[in-house]
T-cell receptor, first 114, second 110 residues
Framework: DVKVTQSSRYLVKRTGEKVFLECVQD?????MFWYRQDPGLGLRLIYF???????EKGDIPEGYSVSREKKERFSLILESASTNQTSMYLC?????????????FGPGTRLTVL | DAKTTQPPSMDCAEGRAANLPCNHS???????VYWYRQIHSQGPQYIIH???NNETNEMASLIITEDRKSSTLILPHATLRDTAVYYC???????????FGKGTRLHILP
């Protein structure tokens, strides 16, 4: 089974702090994604990566950056956390074969910024 | 915007089959139908996907109409653990982002 793990299930940070959210997948997937999920807004794509050291902006990259130094690990960084970044953050991975792919999600990190 | 339409909520008795409908009337010939579910406070879980043939796996069955304008996800013997929001998604290419609509909130009744 595909396993996507995220470093924390719950996290509380203060405004202005630098926050690191880690995601690790164990299935040698090329693609990795970071989403945030908010009530009434569904899942929104923040950043994604198709390979090591590659990154692409999603729909809402402002205030975030990412790092992919190893294939299995994709980190989301909040350079200076703000209260409007309080959300559920979801990481996903998929294998890049064929015309389509199936994204597998981690359990999510619920981040609260005070 | 999501390309699918689903009822906002459904009830199903425990042990019965849960049939979740999805309309995707504008689906194009090479778009796949995916189903995910999300149990409260957890990440979305992949269930099944298909192009035009019916599909079955250990979790569910997917029935796609011949004109591909609608589909039904079938959970053959619903349990309380199947209580979740179920999302139907259409997507053509691996580079397409996943757009989750509002989904169907399935309540399994004891």
């Amino acid at each position: 089974d595909v396993k996507v793990t995220q470093s924390s299930r719950y996290l509380v940070k203060r405004t202005g702090e630098k926050v690191f959210l880690e995601c690790v997948q164990d299935m040698d997937h090329e693609n990795m994604f970071w989403y945030r999920q908010d009530p009434g807004l569904g899942l929104r794509l923040i950043y994604f990566s198709y390979d090591v050291k590659m990154k692409e902006k999603g729909d809402i990259p402002e205030g975030y950056s990412v790092s992919r130094e190893k294939k299995e690990r994709f980190s989301l960084i909040l350079e200076s956390a703000s209260t409007n970044q309080t959300s559920m953050y979801l990481c996903a991975s998929s294998i890049r074969t064929g015309i389509t792919d199936t994204q597998y999600f981690g359990p999510g990190t619920r981040l609260t910024v005070l | 915007d999501a390309k699918t339409t689903q009822p906002p909520s459904m009830d199903c008795a425990e042990g019965r089959a849960a049939n979740l409908p999805c309309n995707h009337s504008t689906i194009s010939g090479n778009e796949y139908v995916y189903w995910y579910r999300q149990i409260h406070s957890q990440g979305p879980q992949y269930i099944i996907h298909g192009l035009k043939n019916n599909e079955t796996n250990e979790m569910a069955s997917l029935i796609i109409t011949e004109d591909r304008k609608s589909s039904t996800l079938i959970l053959p013997h619903a349990t309380l653990r199947d209580t979740a929001v179920y999302y139907c998604i259409v997507r053509v290419h691996r580079d397409d982002k996943i757009i989750f609509g509002k989904g169907t909130r399935l309540h399994i009744l004891p």
